[in-house]
C-alpha cells in the first residue's frame, strides 16, 4: 500500500511505505520514485489503485491498495522489478505484477488500464 500519510523521516524528505506482497515493506522517497502509470477508482465508497513507480537506475515498484472498510485489512500489495539490460524483460516483469496486483484488488480491468498507461517504447 501505499501510504496516503507520508511520514517524515528526519530531515526535509518525506518518505512513503509500500506494502509487497512476496517480502517486507519497503520506503521511498516519492521524488527518487515517481510513479510512471497508474489506473484507479473511487466506487461504492472504496478507493482502489494500480501503480508504477520507477527509480532512475531503472528498478521499477508496482503496487495495489484497496480502502474496502469491513473491518478487517484491506487488500495490497506489491513487486519489485529489478532493472535490466533486456527491455522487453523488464517490460514483461512489469506487466505480470500490474497483473498480479490487479489479482490482489480483484480489478483486472484497472491491470489492463494501468498497462495501457506505462510509457511507450520505440520498437
Do not use: F, K, N
Not at 111 to 122: F, H, K, S, T, V
Amino acid at each position: 500500500m501505499t501510504d496516503h500519510h507520508p511520514t517524515p523521516i528526519e530531515g526535509t524528505t518525506t518518505m512513503i511505505t509500500i506494502a509487497l506482497s512476496e517480502r517486507a515493506p519497503v520506503s521511498i522517497s516519492p521524488e527518487a520514485w515517481p510513479i510512471v502509470a497508474q489506473a484507479g477508482a473511487y466506487h461504492l465508497g472504496a478507493t482502489r489503485y494500480v501503480e508504477v513507480r520507477e527509480h532512475a537506475d531503472g528498478r521499477r515498484i508496482v503496487s495495489c491498495y484497496t480502502s474496502i472498510d469491513d473491518r478487517r485489512r484491506p487488500p495490497r500489495g506489491g513487486h519489485v522489478v529489478q532493472a535490466s539490460s533486456d527491455e522487453e524483460t523488464r517490460e514483461a516483469e512489469t506487466i505480470r505484477a500490474i497483473r498480479r496486483c490487479a489479482g490482489i484488488i480483484e480489478r483486472p480491468d484497472m491491470g489492463a488500464a494501468c498497462i495501457e498507461a506505462l510509457p511507450a517504447r520505440e520498437i
